[in-house]
């Protein structure tokens, strides 16, 4: 990850702060900026082109952002990072912001691999404990890992909860070792 995407994502999330801009809002048209760059090899031909004048850059920024109908301070962050350089970097700058948002929002990501594919109901239960070990609402994301044997682990940033039967048997063959 480049070194300076956090830094810009926090500016931007000062800013949205500040301008009491809706936080939701300002991060999809980040995405939809985001998305359009991404899908047309023209624009960011003429968006990255250092020979390209800024001033021709900033109309093409203007037409895009009124056609997404784009907040006015998404569209001068799009054109600061323009200015930096740092376009090449966009999506980079977009996950940490999310990451920020989320922070300031209460949200924590958690990432909860099971032995089993979980069903609806299952989720929502395991969902309901894990925001009460964040302490707030989280965002899951799943995965399986049939080595578990059966459980799950719950990654919650740098904080795993070790809910197997693999990690079970672990201890309990170091117990019987030791014993």
Same mark, same amino acid.
């Given at each position: $990850? ?25 991060? &999809? ?32 920024? =203007? @037409? ?5 109908? $784009? ?10 990072? $323009? ?11 977009? @996950? ?5 948002? =989320? ?25 309901? &404990? ?21 459980? @799950? ?17 672990? &201890? ?8």
């Amino acid at each position: $990850m480049a070194v300076f995407a956090p830094r810009y994502a926090h500016a931007f999330a000062e800013v949205v702060a500040s301008k009491r801009l809706d936080v939701v809002a300002a991060q &999809q048209q980040l995405r939809d900026f985001a998305g359009t760059l991404a899908g047309s090899s023209d624009l960011h031909e003429v968006l990255l082109n250092p020979s390209i004048a800024e001033e021709q850059k900033l109309k093409v920024l =203007d @037409a895009i952002a009124s056609r997404i109908g $784009m907040f006015r301070e998404v569209r001068n962050f799009i054109a600061v990072i $323009m200015d930096h350089h740092r376009l090449a970097a966009l999506d980079e700058i977009l @996950a940490e912001y999310a990451l920020v948002a =989320d922070e300031g929002s209460g949200i924590a990501e958690a990432e909860i691999t099971s032995a089993l594919p979980l069903n609806e109901a299952d989720r929502a239960a395991l969902e309901a &404990q894990v925001a009460k070990l964040a302490g707030g609402r989280v965002r899951a994301s799943y995965h399986q890992d049939s080595s578990l044997l059966g459980g @799950a682990v719950v990654r919650i940033g740098s904080t795993v909860y070790d809910g197997s039967v693999r990690a079970q048997l672990q &201890q309990l063959k170091e117990r019987l070792i030791s014993a």
